[in-house]
C-alpha cells in the first residue's frame, strides 16, 4: 500500500496572486478586502433612455408660442418683465452698491 505524502494548503500570498491573475484574465474587479465598491450596479446596462421614452416630453406654452397661437389676444411674461425691472433697477444703483464680477 502505498503511503501517502501530506499534502499542504497553498499559501495566502500564492491563493491572492491566483485570485489577482484570474481576475485580469476573466476581466472581473479585483478586490481583495471586499469593499462595496458599486461594480455590480455600474456594470449593468443603463436604462435612462428607456425611462426617458417612456413619459411623454413636457410641453411648455411660453407666451411667445400662446401670442402666435392666438395672435388677437395679448399675453404678458411675468418672468421677462421682473428680469427687465431688476435690470432697469441695477441701472441706476451708485456705484457703491453694484455688483462686480472677480
Known amino acids: 500500500m502505498p503511503t ?4 499542504y494548503a497553498p499559501s495566502w500570498h500564492r491563493m491572492a496572486t491566483l485570485n489577482k491573475e484570474r481576475c485580469i484574465i476573466f476581466n472581473q ?6 469593499l462595496r465598491l458599486g461594480n455590480k450596479i ?3 446596462r443603463l436604462r ?14 411660453t407666451p411667445r408660442l400662446m401670442s402666435r397661437l392666438f395672435p388677437g389676444f395679448s399675453y404678458e411674461d411675468e418672468d421677462r418683465m421682473w428680469k427687465e ?3 432697469e433697477a441695477y441701472v441706476f444703483l451708485p456705484k457703491d452698491r453694484k455688483l462686480t464680477c472677480a
Open 29 to 34: 474587479i479585483h478586490n481583495p478586502t471586499a
Open 42 to 44: 455600474l456594470r449593468m
Open 85 to 87: 425691472d431688476m435690470i
Open 48 to 61: 435612462a433612455n428607456e425611462i426617458k421614452d417612456y413619459y411623454p416630453p413636457k410641453f411648455q406654452f
Open 4 to 7: 501517502k505524502i501530506p499534502t
